[in-house]
């Protein structure tokens, strides 16, 4: 420890020298407070020391300091080539550490976005049927688009949006998670999309 802490006194504020000094006391005893002194100074003289601040990320995630960790991460990621190794270990620290929200709560604009792409084919098949005259759609026809409506909405709401506002009021917060509940929606959207859209281009 002695013979460290001289060589710390003599590095003569080298960033690189600080910083595998910080390494040799790291791995003989651990984070004390000397290696974080060492890092941070190593840091301060060159921001953009790399390894240094995944190191001081390390310690800061050993001693539960979350914030902190993300910090250095993020600047080991910002100055390592993003194809390198120590530049895809920063980003799997990160990953583990800001996991993407799940998003919870899906609004109505997401859901008829959706539900217009399913849409699109059933609505072109009764115009052309019509011969591109809207008024001239029959009643049968436009039956049959309400059906795909419907299907499309619950199709829409089992695969794309099982978060929207409906979902949440009929299942709770979760809204339409799981396996079970995407089929009792999916199921019946997709079969009464294919049915109207089978009755559309019958010329129903």
């Known amino acids: 420890?002695?013979?460290?802490?001289?060589?710390?006194?003599?590095?003569?504020?080298?960033?690189?020298?600080?910083?595998?000094?910080?390494?040799?006391?790291e791995e003989e005893y651990g984070a004390t407070p000397e290696v974080f002194n060492l890092l941070e100074r190593a840091v301060r003289l060159d921001r953009e020391h790399a390894p240094a601040h995944f190191?001081?990320?390390?310690?800061y995630l050993e001693q539960?300091?979350?914030?902190k960790a993300i910090e250095h991460y993020e600047q080991a990621r910002a100055f390592t080539p993003s194809a390198s190794m120590l530049g895809r270990k920063a980003r799997r620290k990160l990953a583990y550490l800001r996991p993407p929200m799940p998003r919870q709560a899906q609004g109505w604009g997401e859901t008829w976005?959706?539900?217009?792409?399913?849409?699109l084919s059933p609505v072109l098949a009764a115009l052309i049927n019509a011969?591109?005259?809207?008024?001239?759609?029959?009643?049968?026809?436009?039956g049959a688009l309400a059906m795909a409506a419907a299907g499309a909405?619950?199709?829409?709401?089992?695969?794309?949006?099982?978060?929207?506002?409906?979902?949440?009021?009929?299942?709770?917060?979760?809204?339409?998670?799981?396996?079970?509940?995407?089929?009792?929606?999916g199921l019946p959207g997709v079969l009464l999309?294919?049915?109207?859209?089978?009755?559309?281009?019958g010329k129903a």
Do not use: V
Request: hydrophobic fraction near 50%; glycine fraction near 8%.
């Open 1 to 25: 420890m002695d013979l460290l802490r001289l060589a710390a006194q003599r590095a003569n504020d080298d960033p690189a020298i600080l910083y595998e000094l910080a390494e040799l006391y």
């Open 55 to 59: 190191l001081l990320g390390e310690l």
């Open 64 to 67: 539960g300091r979350g914030q």
């Open 113 to 119: 976005r959706s539900m217009t792409g399913l849409m």
């Open 131 to 142: 011969r591109f005259i809207p008024w001239d759609i029959s009643l049968p026809a436009w």
């Open 153 to 185: 909405y619950l199709w829409t709401c089992a695969a794309d949006a099982p978060h929207n506002p409906a979902m949440r009021a009929l299942f709770g917060k979760r809204g339409a998670e799981g396996w079970r509940r995407k089929t009792l929606l």
């Open 193 to 201: 999309w294919a049915i109207a859209f089978g009755l559309i281009l």
